[in-house]
Nanobody, 118 residues
């Protein structure tokens, strides 16, 4: 059974930083991509950042230049370094894993709350 365990959320003042971590475990082969999504109250879940197996990254326009996604392949762990946080970054952040070969699978973490106070 595949599990994703997130950590690192919390309360921070505007302008501060947080680092989220997501560790994947289970019988996972051929990770295609890992990503972070977020969902604020009353809003749809949106992709924040993604990193592919080849190391390519992509970011939502709202976080470009402030957030950095990275991964440690051996640990099956993805990170999200968040700097210059703004109140509008407040949301539940979810880790997303896309893996598989012929068949693709998607798993989600349980979510971690990030609250940025003004």
């Amino acid at each position: 059974q595949v599990q994703l365990v997130e950590s690192g959320g919390g309360l921070v003042q505007a302008g501060g930083s947080l680092r989220l971590s997501c560790a994947a475990s289970g019988n996972i082969f051929s990770i295609n991509a890992m990503a972070w999504y977020r969902q604020a109250p009353g809003k749809q879940r949106e992709q924040v950042a993604v990193i592919t197996s080849g190391g390519s990254t992509n970011y939502a326009d709202s976080v470009k230049g402030r957030f950095t996604i990275s991964r440690e392949n051996a640990k099956k762990t993805v990170y999200l370094q968040m700097n210059s946080l703004k109140p509008e970054d407040t949301a539940v952040y979810y880790c997303n894993l896309n893996w598989g070969g012929t068949n693709w699978y998607v798993n989600w973490g349980q979510g971690t709350q990030v609250t940025v106070s003004s």
